[in-house]
């Protein structure tokens, strides 16, 4: 690793790897200087000066050239490059650093596979995605990186790691057990009411985050929120997601999963969300889909005989949309929510319906979702957490025991979207 031969004595050292102003020195040397000195450095010492997961083993050799030629690097400020390169002297941004145990799916774009990390021998999901000479990397992985790694979220899933070689770039991601859809196949589509609840509010938690940042992930659906063995819900697969720092008018309706699309973005009408989170909830409750078409018309039509076929006094300008009006729709009335979701107590069917509304901005957001009085029994501490921790960390938060229905299908795990 470069390291500068001189070492500036007027630096100083902050707790968090910082360097203070210089100050006036009578030549003095800094007690703390002299102990640095003296003290062989170890692995735990590295991690917190790099920035490193606690879980990290370095390198031997690595260990043992940096007692040898590194102790300057605690008495000076970091740089990105001497960063850069000691984390690539780790194994960091490396194939080999990484075991490919199995593949778990291919797309058009990239194959994912399950991998043991050697620094840490932790389960890792492997998203490989294929160059193309003349086109480079697609610009859904550029989306991903760019977006997740500045996304630190309990409920957001970890980019651990960027490999870039001339034929592919490989994004290394923390492992978790199935994503929703398979963990309802495993509870035979009966979920839990508790552990709905629990997921939902992840889910929430997860994108008020997100949106506080102005990024929209754009692709809800359960296929792209993971979960692990402790119960942790966690976001997936940016690749479709969105910085929103500029307002627009609208979005494509191509962007989000047929099934989750809320109606105003079938219409190209707005670029609000949350009518997806809704029919995500409606789903962990019935165990099927809330409005399963298979084309933009008749997902529409599954829409509006739930919720009643829109009007000027619903949804105000909907009489004006060329596509609505093409479409010629049925006069249906609204029905109730609670006789299609029996298992769900009033607040749920209430919290659902804040969900479901024709207009991006009726729906409840996510910030305001986590305060409503369904998620009560969850007590206040669960929401003053800080970004990066769990909600398990709290002791009053458990996860009830599901009735697994027994399954001979093959581990699938981490099925991070492969296009």
């Not at 989306?143 to 899933?157: F, G, M, P, Q, T």
């Not at 298979?294 to 000027?312: A, C, N």
């Not at 006094?313 to 609670?338: H, K």
């Amino acid at each position: 690793m470069t390291v500068p031969a001189i070492v500036h004595e007027d630096v100083k050292m902050s707790s968090d790897g910082e360097s203070d102003p210089p100050s006036s020195s009578d030549g003095t040397q800094s007690p703390v200087k002299v102990r640095l000195r003296n003290k062989k450095i170890s692995t735990e010492d590295i991690n917190k000066r790099l920035s490193l997961p606690a879980d990290i083993r370095l390198p031997d050799s690595y260990l043992e050239k940096f007692n040898l030629i590194s102790p300057a690097l605690f008495e000076q400020p970091i740089s990105r490059r001497l960063r850069r390169v000691s984390l690539s002297e780790i194994g960091f941004g490396k194939l080999e650093t990484y075991i490919k145990l199995d593949k778990l799916g291919e797309g058009t774009y990239a194959t994912v596979y399950k991998g043991r990390s050697k620094l840490t021998d932790n389960l890792v999901a492997l998203k490989e995605i294929r160059l193309e000479h003349e086109e480079g990397a697609p610009c859904t992985a550029i989306r991903e990186v760019s977006l997740l790694k500045d996304l630190k979220h309990a409920n957001i899933v970890t980019l651990h790691d960027i490999i870039h070689t001339q034929k592919s770039l490989t994004l290394v991601f923390e492992y978790l057990d199935k994503d929703l859809k398979q963990y309802l196949d495993d509870c035979g589509n009966v979920i839990h009411v508790h552990n709905v609840k629990l997921f939902l509010f992840q889910l929430l938690r997860g994108l008020s985050y997100c949106h506080r940042r102005k990024v929209l992930h754009r692709d809800l659906k359960p296929q792209n929120l993971l979960i692990n063995e402790r119960g942790e819900l966690k976001l997936a697969d940016f690749g479709l997601a969105r910085a929103k720092s500029i307002p627009t008018k609208t979005y494509s309706n191509e962007v989000v999963t047929l099934w989750y699309r809320p109606p105003d973005i079938l219409l190209g009408i707005h670029c609000c969300y949350g009518m997806g989170v809704g029919c995500i909830f409606y789903e962990m409750v019935t165990g099927r889909p809330l409005f399963p078409g298979s084309t933009v018309e008749e997902e529409l039509h599954f829409i509006f005989k739930l919720l009643g076929t829109p009007t000027e006094q619903s949804w105000p300008g909907i009489t004006s949309n060329d596509e609505f009006v093409a479409y010629n729709y049925p006069q249906y009335r609204a029905e109730r929510l609670s006789n299609h979701t029996p298992r769900l107590n009033i607040e749920g069917v209430e919290l659902l319906s804040k969900f479901l509304q024709f207009e991006g901005k009726k729906r409840i957001s996510a910030d305001e979702s986590m305060t409503h009085r369904y998620f009560s029994n969850l007590g206040n501490r669960v929401r003053a957490l800080p970004d990066t921790t769990s909600i398990f960390s709290l002791p009053e938060i458990q996860l009830e025991k599901e009735a697994i229905r027994p399954t001979v299908t093959p581990d699938t795990g981490n099925t991070h979207t492969l296009n």
